[in-house]
């Protein structure tokens, strides 16, 4: 009996349906196994000897790796199929260690989606454990570690900052600096001129424009009331019909950042429940006849679909819409200086799996997000849509006025995009010639102000780590929750917002460490992952130019930097004393206390969420519930909704 081990009990049944009884698949249920919290600083690394790592077995798996062991030692052989991404490639290596197989020897095999076709295919052409990826994921976590746990120590003996890292504070970053352009933003305000003008008996919507066809902008209402009454009962002349035919393109298949992006957009999912959704998608959903994988692997920062794939949607396309609607599949120029092309894009496994036909088989959010999935990947290879602009320009008394329309030639990939979203343009609603007739009209004013830049909103905040190459596709979610874990920032109307500790928070990193607070150095440190990935670099080298200079600071923080209560103006005062609240960080989370302690021993009481709707699925509410670990919220429409918060 063959012996195959990937993480996912889940995961495990599917291919266990196409490998057949020959294999016997189990699972890690994860990780086996981390960095050790001992040594010095509890680093679970010796920064003296050459930066070697100590692991220790993750609580709670001695029993399974005993189970482990016992399926190796009775099999013929065993194959070890973890995902297909450095970190699955990590845990391949960590299991080969712990269960005592021979790096060099034992099969790895390597797959991208959960079909019948790719798992014998991978099956049948197995490779070994890389260590190049091995040593760029450990070099990572070390990094991570190194940095996370010396600079939260630091934070939390001087200003009671939870912690710190090498990503979610450069993160954090980001949002203060949006927050201070935001504050310093200087709003002007000023007026415009629009309204009505009637051509050939139909009302279309006009602007007052400049030679250059911009808006007139106007710095008081006086100004803009004048030119209106000046052309109150004035005559409209035509002096040009402009028309071009234009095109738009349809998109690439989805990375895992343009996924969280548009299923933010479009649904309001974080980015944690669409990771959530896509993986159950990935691992396998019963059909009818057992789980069957969906869509192909969901962490992912390439565009590339497979030969197979594009000449199967191709005729997809060409059957449900058209030959004329067959182009070609789409790539991505602007993408990341730093995407690793090793996997696919997120695409659905079968063409023939319509979300329509199979929708009754999924729950309502698998619905949206595989629908999402399914027709932005079969819209990369159909035609562009072609439209015609029509540009209309009139004159009254010297002053111009423009009227735009546009109407679709050729609707292209819209065809099946708007199972989607049913996107519409702005028709004139008239056909425009130099012997229209000009009639009434009628002009208002609109008062206007300058906008200041948008804050973050999570779509726009992946979107610029990815463009700036903060972080990873399967780290940007982790790394959200946690500045929010952290209360360094707080979300109203859906904008990231600093809290007065995330404020301090980075003034104080940034101050004391500005070479590694930073964007640049984050994206570099990216970049020096992929040449060990790539064989290029060594985890030695990376971490010997890393670690002294970096340890010369925070020796020099300790001294330098000042220890402070930080007061959140916007938590009030203690109703016992008067003094300011602040949030407080203890065993079991934060917590609003007094900033009086110990003399005042006041802590707010928790707010009680029961009763309250359900984030994820809308429809049940939130009641509490027991559990081996104290109490919890849960969804009242438990197990067709799994949320559950502290």
Known sequence: MKVVIIESPHKAKTISKYLGKDYHVLSSIGHIRDLSISGEENLGVDVHNNFE?????????????????????????????????????????HLAEVLNLDVNTTKRVEYHELTARAIKESFASPRHINMNLVSSQETRRILDRIIGFKLSTLLQRKIHSRSAGRVQSVVLKLIVDKEEEVKNFNVEEYYTISGRLFIDGVDVNIKLVNDQKEIVKFKSIEEANEVITLLKR?????????????????????TTSTLQQDAYNLFKFDSKKTMKIAQGLYEGVDLGKGPVGLITYMRTDSVRLSPLFISLAKKHISEQYGEEYVGFAKIDNKSSNNVQDAHEAIRPTDVNLIPEIIKDKLTKDQEKLYR???????????????????????????????????????????????????????????????????????????????KAPARYNEARLIQTMEKLGIGRP????????????????????????????????????????????????????????????????????????????????????????????????????????GKPLVTRNGRFGSFIACSGYPNCHYIAPKEDKEGQPCPDCKDGHLVKKRGPYGQFYACSNYPNCKHVEK
């Open 474 to 577: 399967s780290t940007y979610a982790s790394t959200l929750d946690t500045i929010k874990a952290r209360n360094y920032v707080k979300i109203e109307g859906g904008y990231y917002l600093p809290s007065t500790q995330g404020i301090v928070t980075t003034k104080k990193l940034v101050e004391y460490f500005p070479e590694i607070i930073n964007v640049e150095y984050t994206s570099k440190m990216e970049t020096e992952l992929d040449m060990i990935a790539e064989g290029k670099m060594t985890k030695l080298e990376a971490l010997d130019a890393f670690y002294p200079p970096f340890e010369a600071k925070v020796k020099e923080a300790y001294k330098l930097m000042p220890q402070e209560v930080i007061v959140q103006e916007d938590l009030g005062n203690c109703p016992q004393c």
């Open 372 to 450: 999402l999935i399914y027709y932005r990947a079969i819209c990369s290879m159909m035609k562009e849509e072609e439209y015609e602009v029509t540009e209309v320009l009139t004159s009254c008394e010297g002053y111009k006025f423009i009227a735009v329309g546009e109407e679709t030639i050729f609707d292209g990939y819209k065809k099946a995009y708007k199972n989607v979203l049913n996107e519409t343009r702005n028709s004139l609603g008239i056909k425009v010639n130099q012997n229209s007739v000009l009639g009434g009209h009628k002009l208002t004013t609109k008062a206007e102000k300058t």
């Open 53 to 93: 790592a100590t692991y220790d077995i993750a609580a709670g798996k001695s029993r399974l790796i005993a189970n482990l062991k016992k399926e190796v030692a009775k099999a013929s052989e065993v194959i070890l199929a973890t995902d297909p991404d450095r970190e699955g490639e990590a845990i391949s290596w």
């Open 234 to 254: 004035k005559e409209f002349q035509l002096l040009n019909i402009e028309k071009s035919i234009k095109k738009q393109y349809s998109k690439p298949a989805f």
